[in-house]
């Protein structure tokens, strides 16, 4: 089945399900997710709960395949005329669950909301180069740019973009209407949403009839969610040392893959210790990566040198752009070579980092502590519950913080999204305020150039200057 969840996540890590799924009256699957979808409208929804969903209820232009590159969904050809055109040709016969077609006119509005900020949304900035959109009939959407934007095709794909009906407002999160293979039942604030199979989808007809996302915040209650049976599925929510024990019991199944979730420290570098960028070169050098790995993760997770998964066409060989490995001993003395003195209780000056309330996020905080302390770095820690944190965290409101990436880094546009000067809050996911001209020109030059040569050599001089500048610290792929 196209695109099922539940499936679909599989390869960015650790599942485990209940085998007999199924069983229950109904044929209704919960999947536990750790907090509530932050915005099910696809125009505003950036958190990992709400793009997950959304992928369920609404359809876009277009959608990735295995190997990151570009297929038809709701467009099934497309044409560029020239470098500043874009024609799409739209499946005919597409319906939203509530029975009305779906036409050019509802992709036109989906997207002239996003480009001009009708909707408050982060994503308006990836729009920027585009001028107008025209629906000169009811299968053919015209996309005029203003200059050349070789990804464009990334912004209306899968996981990012969806179609809502013409005329939806700022309040259309409350009463998601879309065309996927699931239609929207009804959602509660922290505690759950439900979504069910839509017998008007045009694709294949997805074998469950329900699915209810149910929010658990607490990671050793979704381990007992799953022991009892009240559950079906977990994806990378649970404390790895609870694996061991729940792959013993008989009716539970632990699966793993290589992942493209990144995890990595972001840092502000508005603050006044984290602007030195020897600071954070010492930060990189006391945290034992692989150590944690085999202790933390229990081994089920691969080191990160890049926001890029390794098997991308853009990737950076770790060996050419490495970022600093674990030496406490550099990193002590760099931190002298800065002036930053041990004081008589041993540390050198105090960190702020905020994180969510997860037990995950908390346990390693609590290691990162206990890391930084080492070189005389005292981590002062903040949970907020997940609403706040991310708040805080697309504004810019903090000093240090751990975040990861789902999806988001599958494509090399997420340079441009993350680390482009244009792209500081409000404007983007450059919430580290992180500046570097050579590297504006880099992305630049290779949103220009559709020519691929070109855009790796561009993509991987962005890698290499990241790997030295340290705007964050990749830390692992689950």
């Not at 650790?14 to 536990?32: F, H």
């Not at 277009?62 to 570009?70: K, L, M, N, T, Y």
């Amino acid at each position: 089945m196209r695109r099922l969840w539940l499936g679909a996540l599989a390869v960015c890590g650790m599942l485990l399900c209940g085998c007999g799924a199924n069983r229950k009256s109904g044929n209704t699957v919960t999947v536990l997710i750790e907090n509530s979808p932050t915005n099910l409208d696809p125009r505003v929804g950036t958190d990992a709960s709400s793009e997950r969903i959304d992928s369920l209820l609404f359809d876009a232009l277009v959608r990735r395949d295995a190997h990151f590159g570009i297929g038809p969904e709701l467009a099934t050809r497309w044409e560029t005329p020239d470098p500043l055109t874009y024609v799409f040709h739209l499946r005919s016969g597409v319906r939203f669950a509530d029975g009305r077609a779906l036409t050019a006119r509802d992709v036109k509005w989906s997207l002239d909301t996003v480009v001009a900020g009708a909707v408050p949304s982060i994503k308006t900035a990836s729009f920027r180069t585009w001028k107008s959109v025209e629906a000169p009939d009811a299968q053919t959407i015209i996309v005029h740019l203003k200059k050349p934007d070789t990804g464009l095709l990334l912004n209306v794909c899968d996981g990012v973009f969806g179609v809502i009906p013409y005329g939806s407002g700022r309040d259309f999160f409350r009463r998601p209407l879309g065309s996927g293979p699931f239609a929207f039942v009804s959602q509660e604030q922290d505690k759950d949403v439900q979504i069910r199979r839509n017998p008007l989808y045009w694709g294949p007809s997805p074998a469950i009839n329900r699915v209810r996302f149910s929010v658990v915040p607490d990671a050793i209650t979704r381990a007992l969610e799953l022991q009892k049976g009240s559950a079906d599925v977990a994806i990378n929510a649970l404390p790895t040392d609870e694996l061991p024990a729940l792959a013993r019991e008989p009716f539970l199944r632990v699966e793993s893959a290589p992942g493209t979730i990144v995890y990595y420290l972001i840092f502000n570098l508005r603050d006044r210790h984290l602007h030195d960028g020897r600071v954070r070169t010492a930060i990189a050098e006391s945290i034992d990566r692989p150590l944690i790995v085999r202790t933390l993760l229990d081994g089920r997770a691969r080191l990160a040198n890049s926001v890029l998964p390794p098997q991308h066409w853009a990737y950076l060989d770790e060996s050419k752009a490495a970022e600093p490995l674990f030496n406490a001993a550099a990193a002590n003395a760099l931190l002298d070579a800065a002036g930053y003195r041990r004081g008589r209780d041993g540390m050198r000056f105090h960190l702020l980092m905020k994180s969510s309330t997860d037990e995950g996020n908390r346990l390693l905080c609590a290691v990162l502590q206990s890391e930084l302390a080492r070189v005389g770095i005292a981590l002062d820690i903040r949970s907020y519950e997940f609403a706040t944190f991310y708040a805080d965290i697309t504004k810019g409101a903090f000093a240090m913080a751990p975040s990861r990436w789902i999806g988001g880094n599958e494509a090399p546009e997420i340079f441009s999204y993350a680390y482009s000067s244009k792209s500081t809050p409000p404007h983007g996911a450059n919430r580290g305020f992180y500046v570097n001209a050579q590297v504006d020109a880099l992305l630049a030059d290779a949103e220009a150039n559709p020519d691929r040569a070109r855009q790796t050599l561009d993509y991987q001089a962005v890698q290499r200057q990241l790997a030295q500048d340290l705007p964050v610290l990749n830390l692992w792929y689950l």
